[in-house]
């Protein structure tokens, strides 16, 4: 079942809270289960991306295009261009491994990148 443009505000926020250490994973996990019918994977796979965004590290799991947008939006506009320049190092390197393993161009989330590269 494909994400509601509302399921990724809310699992970011919830990613931003754990990330800052107002929530728990757990409970960030069940919120998204409980409150915005999400699958508890997917919310960990999301929870589990943010810090990677935050500290501009490879992370293996990847978005979807229109998530990944969103967040690399929401950490522009939360954590300014510094904070945008960490999420693009790491969205860069996640395309990267991405496409070395398996075999295939990322052209989407290429574009993406490179619209949001340009707001540096």
Do not use: W
């Not at 978005?63 to 904070?83: E, N, S």
Request: with cysteine.
């Amino acid at each position: 079942m494909a994400l509601t443009s509302e399921q990724v505000k809310q699992v970011y926020q919830v990613a931003k809270k754990i990330y800052e250490g107002s929530v728990s994973a757990v409970d960030g996990v069940e919120c998204m289960f409980q409150q915005h019918a999400m699958n508890k994977g997917t919310a960990r796979i999301f929870i589990s991306v943010f810090p990677k965004l935050r500290e501009g590290q490879l992370y293996k799991y990847g978005l979807a295009g229109m998530p990944m947008d969103y967040f690399l939006t929401r950490v522009l506009i939360d954590y300014g261009k510094a904070g945008l320049l960490n999420a693009l190092n790491a969205f860069k390197s996640h395309i990267e491994y991405y496409e070395d393993r398996r075999k295939t161009n990322m052209n989407l989330l290429r574009e993406i990148y490179k619209k949001h590269l340009g707001f540096l």
